[in-house]
């Protein structure tokens, strides 16, 4: 049938209509918040490259996570700062270290009122910055770099962290963290694996967010913005190594590969819109070039609508609100 006797405009003529033939639906719970805690740091400090993002203290953490659960997000993911920077990032390992302080601080303050991941990758906690230890030739060594990871899955489960994310693109990294934590009797906490993450130039607000250390690439382990089925192959790797939910990294310039992720897999599909996605619609809206409110909900119902169960994202709060407010 086609025009005249078919009008899809009809579907559209109020906003009662548009309500009820909506197929996709966004809510706070979907939301994750990702958040920056400085050690050290005795104000809160706000990330330049990312207008409204702060690197917290411990107690504007503590502040912001209540506010969070408020908000009725979804979940939590923690990413921290060290003071100090080494070789092997002792301090990602360390109990006392600021992720693990962290987490134990936001589990005592919301315990299981939201879900609370932690980052699971050494490059905030190394001098050089890379997301593993390095060989004497200075390449990122693999297998020895998951010594580390199930080193630090224990430290963040003894902390009391719900879900580990997995993020430094090592092979075998979630069957060496399951192993680890069900070694340990922590059989409980969820992996998050960042099954496909790409080598992107969106994360670049992200690495001012952590005082990145990082002065070459991530090349030969993140993955090549070219390839979709290469995303596929990890993520079905992941899921067999014992992943609970899989994440796709960035979302938007990536929705595509969340799409073809969603239908490979019978786990929650995640999908992490980047501080760059953030900081882009930010600086555009800062200048009056865009509305701001509308653009972060198309562009979260758009990650949505591609397929994704849950979404990391800078505006979780501020979207929970806008959210409640309609
Ligand atoms: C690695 C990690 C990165 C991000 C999250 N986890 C950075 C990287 O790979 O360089 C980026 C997140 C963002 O850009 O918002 N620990």
Request: aromatic share 6%.
């Amino acid at each position: 049938m086609a025009y005249p006797d078919s009008r899809p405009r009809r579907l559209r003529t109020t906003n009662a209509m548009r309500r009820l033939v909506a197929q996709t639906t966004l809510e706070p719970r979907h939301l994750v918040l990702p958040m920056f805690v400085r050690e050290g740091a005795e104000e809160p400090r706000p990330v330049p490259s990312m207008p409204g993002v702060v690197q917290h203290t411990m107690e504007s953490l503590r502040k912001a996570v209540v506010e969070a659960v408020e908000a009725g997000v979804g979940g939590l993911m923690l990413f921290a700062i060290p003071e100090h920077k080494d070789a092997i990032g002792s301090r990602g390992t360390d109990a006392d270290g600021p992720l693990n302080a962290a987490i134990r601080e936001v589990v005592a303050e919301v315990g299981d009122a939201t879900v609370v991941m932690a980052d699971l990758c050494l490059d905030e906690f190394t001098d050089h910055g890379h997301c593993g230890v390095l060989a004497a030739d200075g390449t990122v060594d693999n297998d020895a770099t998951l010594d580390r990871y199930a080193q630090m899955a224990l430290a963040q489960a003894e902390a009391g962290v719900h879900v580990v994310g997995p993020s430094g693109m090592m092979d075998g990294q979630v069957r060496t963290v399951r192993r680890a934590l069900d070694g340990a009797g922590h059989t409980d906490v969820a992996v998050l694996a960042y099954a496909t993450k790409y080598a992107s130039a969106f994360y670049g607000p992200f690495r001012d967010a952590v005082e990145s250390s990082l002065s070459g690439d991530r090349l030969t382990y993140q993955q090549d913005p070219a390839n979709a089925l290469e995303a596929l192959r990890e993520t079905a790797l992941d899921v067999d190594e014992g992943a609970d939910m899989v994440m796709v990294k960035p979302a938007m310039s990536y929705l595509d590969v969340v799409a073809r992720v969603r239908d490979l897999v019978d786990v929650p599909v995640a999908a992490y819109q980047v501080s760059g996605e953030y900081s882009m619609i930010e600086a555009a809206a800062a200048q009056g070039w865009i509305d701001r409110d509308r653009a972060v909900i198309e562009a979260l119902t758009s990650i949505r609508r591609a397929g994704a169960d849950i979404v990391l994202t800078y505006w979780a709060v501020d979207a929970a609100h806008q959210l409640r407010r309609r």
